[in-house]
């Protein structure tokens, strides 16, 4: 008489789809930047756009 009903556990697939997904958006956020560390590169590239700089002002292309 009494039949048993099988607990529907969609919702909470559904939840830990979602909450992977909010954990996975905050991680990659955080890492976001890590390829910005002021290094050699940067450096480099400073000193090159001093440079570049520097020629375009002895070249009397001053905008300023």
Do not use: P
């Not at 890590?34 to 700089?53: I, K, M, R």
Request: charged residues 25%; glycine residues 8%.
């Amino acid at each position: 008489m009494a039949e048993e009903q099988e607990k529907d556990n969609s919702t909470l697939y559904i939840a830990g789809i979602i909450l992977i997904a909010v954990v996975g958006v905050f991680i990659l956020k955080g890492r976001e930047t890590e390829h910005l560390s002021s290094g050699a590169s940067t450096e480099s590239s400073q000193a090159a756009f001093e440079a570049a700089n520097d020629k375009r002002k002895a070249g009397k292309n001053v905008f300023e």
